[in-house]
C-alpha cells in the first residue's frame, strides 16, 4: 500500500557555528555470484583495497585529521544567512536553451589512470578508520542513512526537520545499530550548486551530524548558464561539489565559514565507496533535468554518439567495480547510487536508456546490484523490478528538504500497481509500483548484514521518539530477492 501521510510535523531544536575544531570526531562489505559450491562467509571481510586520492587542487585549511560534528550540539537556524535570490530569470534561460536544444549534459573530470576509484571508509574516518571498520566486522551489521534532494531555497525548516530525524537515530540505539555515514544522492546546493549557499544548506545544516557524509552530485550541483544568470564556463560545472567533497585531504573549506566538518576526500564524482559488508557504486548522471546521462549514449539505430562532448569512462568504471566484485568473490550488498531514477512517477521522467547502460554493465560483468538509489524527484517513491531470478528494489529518496512534488496530482495511487511503462521487453523483465509518498520530507536507514539488505522509509513528520519505518523493503543477499526480515540476534 501507500506510505501514509502525515502533516510535517514542527522540528525540534538543536546550532550557531562556532570556530573549526582540528580534534578528530569520535566515531562510533554481489552481488558476487554465490552458490551452493561458493556459499556467502559468516561475516565478510573488511575491505583492503586502497583508496584513490583525489586529483583536485586543495582551496581551503589543512586539517590533518577529519572532523565531523561541532563540539557542542547548538539551535536549529531560523533563517539563511544568505538569502536566496529569485532564481526565476535563470530558469527562465535554461527552459530556453532547453526549447532551443543548447542545453546539454557538459564533461566533468574523470580520475586518470584509475578504472575504478575507491574510497573506503576507513580512509574517510582518519585514525579511527581501522578501529571502526573492525567493529562493524566483529558485529557483523552495518548501518547508514540515505537521502537526497535536501538543499532548499526558502529557509532551513524544511531542511532542519530531515537532519533533526537523522540525529534522533544516534540516540537509545545499540553501538552496532548506529548509523555509519550519511550517503547523499546529489543536489546538495540549489539551485546551481553555487559555493555562497554551501554555508547554509549543508555546513550549517548538517553541523551536528557526527559522521562522514559522501555524495554523488545531482544536475543542479553540475549546472552551469549563461550570463546574465551564470559565467557560461563549462569548467565552473561541478566546482564547489568538487571543492566540498573531492578534496585532496581533510581540510576546512572556505565554503563552511567556521563550522567543524572537514572536507571529504572522495577520489572524484564517480567512485566506489567500500566498507565492511557493502560497496556502493556511485556515478554522476550529469546536469540535464531528464533524462540522467551517464556516458556518451550512441544511438542505437547510427551508432553514433548523442554527447560527443562526454566520455564513457562512467561506464568503464562501472565494468570494473561490479567485476572487482566477482573476482574478489564479495559477499556483502552491492548498491548502485545515481541521481536521476531509472523509474520514476511525477514531474520527473524515468531515465531508461542510463538504466540500459547500467544493465549492459551488470551483463558483461556477471554481476547485478542488490538495489538501486536515486534522487532527483522530490518525494519518496519505491520499485521492484523483476528480471532472471533476481528481485531488485529500486528506490527514489528525493525529499531530503527542498520543495514537495506530488506524483498524481489531486489522486492517491492503490500500490502495489504494476508499472509496464518502464519494462523492457528484451529483458523480459516486469515492474511493479510499491509505495511512495509525496507529502512528508524523510530519508531511508539502511541496514547491512552477512545474509540481508534492508531499506527503511523514516518521514521526518514521524518525529524523533518513533523508530518503526512507514516503508521497508529487505533482499536476501545471497539470491538477490526480497524475503522477511530478519532483525540481528
Known amino acids: 500500500m501507500a506510505v501514509k501521510h502525515k502533516s510535517p510535523a514542527k522540528a525540534p531544536t538543536k546550532a550557531t557555528a562556532k570556530p573549526p575544531v582540528k580534534a578528530p570526531a569520535k566515531a562510533p562489505a554481489k552481488h558476487g555470484t554465490p552458490s551452493a559450491k561458493h556459499p556467502k562467509p559468516a561475516h565478510p571481510a573488511a575491505p583492503t583495497h586502497p583508496s584513490t586520492p583525489s586529483p583536485q587542487r586543495p582551496s581551503g585549511v589543512p586539517a590533518g585529521t577529519p572532523v565531523f560534528a561541532e563540539p557542542t550540539a547548538t539551535a536549529d537556524p531560523t533563517k539563511y544567512t544568505v538569502p536566496h535570490a529569485s532564481d526565476t530569470a535563470a530558469y527562465n534561460e535554461m527552459a530556453a536553451l532547453i526549447a532551443a536544444s543548447k542545453f546539454l549534459p557538459l564533461p566533468f573530470p ?54 533533526d530525524k537523522l540525529l534522533a537515530d544516534f540516540t537509545g540505539e545499540a553501538p552496532a545499530a548506529l548509523p555509519q555515514f550519511l550517503y547523499h544522492l546529489g543536489d546538495i546546493v540549489y539551485s546551481f550548486g553555487e559555493h555562497k549557499y554551501y554555508f547554509d544548506q549543508f555546513y550549517d545544516a548538517f553541523r551536528d551530524y557526527p559522521r562522514p557524509i559522501f555524495a554523488i552530485p545531482g544536475n543542479h550541483d553540475g549546472i552551469v548558464l549563461p550570463p546574465p544568470a551564470g559565467t557560461g564556463l563549462a569548467s565552473d560545472s561541478l566546482a564547489a561539489f568538487l571543492a566540498n567533497f573531492c578534496a585532496p585531504g581533510f581540510e576546512h573549506s572556505p565554503d563552511a565559514v567556521g563550522i567543524s566538518r572537514t572536507t571529504m576526500i572522495q577520489p572524484g564524482v564517480y567512485f566506489t565507496l567500500e566498507a ?214
Open 276 to 489: 565492511p559488508l557493502v560497496r556502493i557504486l556511485g556515478l554522476y548522471s550529469n546536469m540535464l533535468e531528464n533524462p540522467g546521462v551517464i556516458s556518451t549514449t550512441p544511438n542505437p539505430a547510427t551508432g553514433k554518439p548523442t554527447f560527443p562532448q562526454l566520455s564513457d569512462v562512467q561506464l568503464d568504471y562501472l565494468t570494473a567495480a561490479l567485476t572487482r566484485i566477482k573476482t574478489e568473490a564479495f559477499a556483502g550488498a552491492v548498491l548502485i547510487a545515481v541521481h536521476h531514477p531509472p523509474y520514476c512517477y511525477g514531474a520527473h521522467s524515468g531515465s531508461l536508456t542510463m538504466l540500459k547502460e547500467i544493465d549492459a554493465c551488470c551483463t558483461s560483468a556477471g554481476v547485478w546490484p542488490h538495489a538501486i538509489l536515486s534522487g532527483h524527484s522530490h518525494n519518496y517513491q519505491r520499485y521492484t523490478r523483476a528480471i532472471g531470478t533476481r528481485q531488485i528494489p529500486f528506490l527514489v529518496i528525493g525529499n531530503g528538504g527542498h520543495g514537495l512534488t506530488q506524483i498524481n496530482k489531486g489522486q492517491t495511487i492503490r500500490t502495489p500497481a504494476p508499472a509496464p511503462a518502464f519494462a523492457q521487453p528484451e529483458a523480459k523483465d516486469s515492474v511493479t509500483f510499491e509505495s511512495y509518498d509525496d507529502t512528508n520530507y524523510g530519508y531511508t536507514r539502511i541496514l547491512v548484514t552477512a545474509a540481508q539488505l534492508r531499506i527503511e522509509y523514516h518521514p521526518a513528520s514521524d518525529g524523533a521518539a518513533t523508530k518503526t519505518p512507514d516503508d521497508a523493503v529487505t533482499v536476501a543477499l545471497a539470491t538477490g530477492t526480497l524475503t522477511t526480515y530478519t532483525p540481528p540476534s
Open 110 to 163: 574523470g580520475v586518470a589512470g584509475v578504472a575504478e576509484p575507491v574510497l573506503t571508509l576507513a580512509a574517510a574516518l582518519g585514525a579511527n578508520g581501522p578501529a571502526t571498520e573492525a567493529a562493524i566486522a566483529k558485529a557483523g551489521q552495518i548501518v547508514f542513512h540515505c537521502a537526497g534532494d535536501t538543499g532548499a531555497t526558502l529557509g532551513p525548516q524544511t531542511e532542519n526537520e530531515v537532519v
